[in-house]
């Protein structure tokens, strides 16, 4: 090959070089996914998941209150704005005299200066730092911008974004605790009736329930009939996390066993390198599982059947064909310094979320669910009490939890001793 040839071929692949990266990271904005990084020779990957995306976020038709189904554009926006403002009330007219009777008997938790804070309204300095904070490639709306174009853009429109948000509210869902008697039921669908006509804010009756402990039948039925909500049965779900009553089930962690599998099935491992597979089970796989576990200690089987699962995606994929791992679980979990690939086991993670929340109990004795959980299982107000105090006889399944994950901070404690006050001797473990 001569000179000529071979610097020509050089210039050839370098020019290649640059046009499949520039094909990829085409194809990654689209996807709209930041877990993996471009380079990686994912093309198809990102190819593929932006079709996934589009069928999903798609609608093609909608059902109004009749069954009828409509599928024009026009016809689908009028069906979503009225089923919204029959949602959220008409804006009638309040009665001063009821409002200020509501504003006297709510309990202020709120400081005036607090008050005043929340309800200034929305500086351009702080909308900016959010917008800026936000990824460039990600899309907020279906007109398909990503936030690179409002960053891009914002000298144009930042009154536009500011205006927008200062017209927005949000509503978070709401549980009440009550007593299980007829009597309550008519006081709580009292309050409820008046708050609705002070706020302006109608309550959706169809995603409304009613979950009864230790309740007869007789009872649930006349309550149920005063509230005209639904009765529903536990576990259920706060903010994404299961809440149950008695002991925890399995159930629940074969639900989540399950999601996880799920996911390693449907993102197509058969684009992804191996480093990718490794970036993809610390930013997507792991985040299903590590929801839960700062609240619940995983069961062994659940432990077993997790670490398995990305044991397999790591090393097989969405593939059936058998590998053989080029190292041991042991050695993938250790850090990147010692040879590792920085992956990390269930186990040792949940018992780290544990004793991070046995020291939240310590370091923030002025919260309201410290107050309870102090109230129920330790035998003085002190916070240091959560690393001495035996173990409660039924206790539930986050003080257990809590109780012993502790040992990971308890073993790098040092006591110095004192003048014995705050010693119990027959309850100190």
């Known amino acids: 090959m001569s000179n000529e040839e071979y610097h020509k071929e050089k210039s050839l692949k370098e020019e290649l070089a640059e046009l499949m990266l520039r094909e990829e990271l085409f194809w990654r904005d689209k996807s709209k996914e930041l877990w993996i990084k471009e380079g990686d020779a994912n093309t198809k990957f990102f190819h593929a998941l932006m079709k996934a995306k589009r069928s999903r976020n798609r609608i093609d038709s909608i059902l109004d209150r009749e069954g009828n189904r409509h599928s024009s554009l026009e016809a689908i926006e009028e069906v979503a704005v009225n089923f919204f403002k029959e949602l959220l009330g008409d804006g009638s007219s309040v009665n001063s005299a009821q409002s200020h009777f509501m504003m006297d008997v709510i309990h202020r938790e709120i ?7 929340l309800r200034c309204p929305f500086t351009l300095e702080e909308v900016k730092k959010a917008v800026f904070d936000l990824q460039p490639n990600k899309a907020p709306d279906p007109d398909g911008f990503t936030m690179d174009f409002y960053q891009k853009c914002w000298g144009f429109l930042e009154h536009d974004i500011l205006n927008f948000l200062e017209d927005f509210r949000k509503q978070d869902d709401t549980i009440l605790f009550g007593e299980a008697t007829p009597r309550e039921a008519y006081t709580i669908k009292e309050v409820l009736d008046d ?3 002070v706020s302006r804010q109608c309550m959706n009756e169809q995603k409304s329930m009613i979950y009864f402990l230790d309740t007869s039948r007789s009872i649930q039925s006349k309550i149920v009939g005063i509230l005209q909500f639904g009765q529903g049965g536990f576990p259920i779900k706060n903010l994404g996390v299961p809440l149950f009553a008695g002991r925890l089930d399995n159930k629940i962690w074969e639900e989540i066993v399950n999601k996880c599998k799920a996911k390693s099935a449907a993102w197509m491992n058969n684009w992804l390198s191996q480093a990718g597979c490794i970036q993809m089970i610390k930013s997507i796989l792991f985040a299903v599982p590590i929801y839960y576990m700062p609240c619940y200690s995983l069961s062994c089987k659940a432990i077993s059947a997790l670490d398995g699962m990305l044991k397999k995606f790591l090393w097989e994929g969405s593939k059936e064909a058998k590998k053989i791992p080029l190292i041991n679980w042991d050695t993938a979990c250790m850090l990147k310094e010692e040879g590792g690939a920085g ?7 949940n018992l780290a979320l544990g004793a991070k929340l046995a020291w939240k109990m310590y370091n923030t004795p002025q919260k309201g669910w410290y107050k309870v959980m102090a109230t129920k299982y330790l035998d003085s107000s002190e916070p240091e009490r959560i690393f001495i105090v035996a173990n409660s ?3 539930s399944p986050i003080w257990k939890f809590a109780w012993e994950s502790r040992k990971i901070i308890t073993d790098h404690l040092t006591w110095k001793v004192g003048n014995g006050k705050k010693a119990k001797f027959w309850r100190d473990s």
Not at 111 to 117: R, Y
Not at 343 to 349: F, G, N, P, S
């Open 343 to 349: 992956l990390r086991k269930m186990k040792l993670q």
């Open 393 to 395: 006889v039924g206790g």
């Open 111 to 117: 400081l005036d200066a607090d008050n005043k804070s």
């Open 195 to 197: 708050n609705e006509k």
